[in-house]
């Protein structure tokens, strides 16, 4: 199978600009979560998408939001970029039928705001 | 509520010697347990999983972590390191019923030759 698939993974913006970051899931996987990396805050959750549904959010502003497709593909959004926002942006995707299921990680999109 | 804590930001260990991360966690009910491996620029990779059994859980890469339900720890450890394994290591914690892990900060390992 093949694995989680983030694009792009390296990414330039400027202030004010907005981002879409997609991943693609491993195949059969319906759940796909997003991460916020940074040396200062280590990983911190966004939100989790199951079915198309938001099912999980963490604690971060309305500027950023995602959407998950019928084929499992995400996409999160970056509104009104902030230098803060520069980070690694990890997905996650698992199949979640059971308690002890696992997620399996992409390679992350670095985000440099400038 | 469920947390992670990992209390040493760095771990400095020999090649050839024997290793151990540290990690402590914090939730209600039985626990499910993971360790991530991190590579510069990469994402993250899974290690090893506890869920219910043997205490010992065996991983990839030589890995090792031991479930201790009284002192409420799941340290990795690996007998002998290797250059190789220097990489950021996340200790991360689920409870049935949540599907969302929470992370802990990850330890910095540093193998030196």
């Known amino acids: 199978k093949a694995g989680v698939t983030q694009t792009p993974r390296y990414l330039i913006k400027t202030r004010g600009q907005q981002v879409t970051l997609s991943c693609s899931p491993i195949?059969?996987?319906?759940?796909v979560s997003w991460y916020q990396q940074t040396p200062g805050q280590g990983l911190q959750f966004l939100f989790e998408y199951f079915s198309e549904t938001q099912r999980n959010k963490g604690n971060f502003p309305g500027r950023f939001s995602g959407r998950q497709f019928s084929n499992s593909r995400s996409e999160m959004n970056v509104s009104t970029l902030e230098l803060g926002d520069s980070a690694l942006y990890l997905c996650?995707?698992?199949?979640?039928?059971?308690?002890?299921?696992?997620?399996?990680f992409g390679q992350g999109t670095r985000l440099t705001v400038v | 509520a469920q947390s992670v804590a990992q209390p040493e930001d760095q771990v400095n260990v020999a090649e050839g010697n024997p290793l151990t991360v540290k990690c402590t966690y914090s939730?209600?009910?039985?626990?499910?347990l993971f360790w991530y491996v991190q590579y510069p620029n990469r994402g993250l990779q899974f290690l090893l999983k506890y869920i219910t059994g043997d205490n010992l859980v065996k991983g990839s890469y030589g890995f090792e972590a031991e479930f201790n339900k009284s002192q409420t720890s799941f340290h990795l450890k690996k007998p002998s390191a290797l250059v190789s394994d220097s990489a950021l290591y996340f200790c991360?914690?689920?409870?049935?019923?949540?599907?969302?892990?929470?992370f802990g900060r990850g330890t910095s390992l540093i193998v030196h030759p």
């Open positions: 939730v209600s009910g039985n626990p499910y």
């Open positions: 996650a995707s698992s199949d979640l039928t059971g308690p002890n299921t696992e997620a399996f």
């Open positions: 195949s059969g996987h319906r759940s």
């Open positions: 991360a914690v689920r409870k049935g019923g949540s599907y969302i892990p929470t």
